[in-house]
């Protein structure tokens, strides 16, 4: 079982493909018994994938800043920090592996902030993207490109695994052997 931290929107009213993703997902973790860290919230694709999830397992660690505790979940393991940084930061700690789902600013704030963390060694874990509707493409292009561009070391490249389907990012995570890279300040 790995405790897998999943980033997605937490906005309603979504096109009805990132729905879809966000319940696979959460039955697939479920029914393989892993444990879902999520940022709490009952709306959106948050909701959709908590609630599938709690459907086959109770495994679940809720991680969600003082300022949406209102729409927190709290039906499970709750933790309320006092800001966006400490939430993070508890995510990062908690989990084994991090997956993206569809979502909006916020998601896109995690991917990178889980991908620096990585880049300067603070964790080896894996980072996938379910890049359902090619919704992280420009991204993804952007940290090529910067790759590209010698701006941060080409064996950066494998940090960020992008994949189309849930079941994918499963079998990546089950799958996953680290990468050695060199040290970025070169210490």
């Known amino acids: 079982m ?17 729905i879809d993703t966000a319940i696979k997902m959460g039955q697939l973790m479920g029914e393989q018994g892993h444990h879902l860290i999520y940022g709490g919230s009952h709306l959106g694709l948050m909701g959709e994938l908590s609630r599938e999830f709690a459907e086959h397992s109770e495994e679940i660690t809720e991680i969600i800043p003082k300022i949406f505790e209102h729409v927190a979940v709290k039906k499970h393991n709750c933790i309320v ?3 966006f940084g400490e939430r993070l930061r508890n995510m990062q700690e908690l989990s084994d592996a991090f997956i993206v789902l569809p979502g909006g600013f916020g998601s896109i704030h995690e991917l990178i902030d889980v991908l620096v963390a990585k880049q ?6 894996p980072l996938v993207v379910v ?10 292009e952007q940290v ?37 890279v060199k040290d970025k300040l070169g210490s």
């Open 131 to 140: 890049n359902t509707n090619n919704l992280y493409t420009p991204i993804i």
């Open 144 to 180: 090529k490109k910067i790759i590209d561009e010698g701006l941060a070391p080409k064996d950066n490249l494998p940090f960020l695994h992008v994949v189309a389907t849930p079941e994918e990012a499963l079998d990546y995570i089950k799958n996953y052997e680290p990468a050695e």
């Open 81 to 83: 920090t006092e800001n």
């Open 2 to 18: 790995a405790k897998i931290c999943v980033f997605c929107s937490s906005t309603d009213e979504l096109n009805q493909d990132y």
């Open 120 to 125: 300067i060694r603070l964790h080896n874990k």
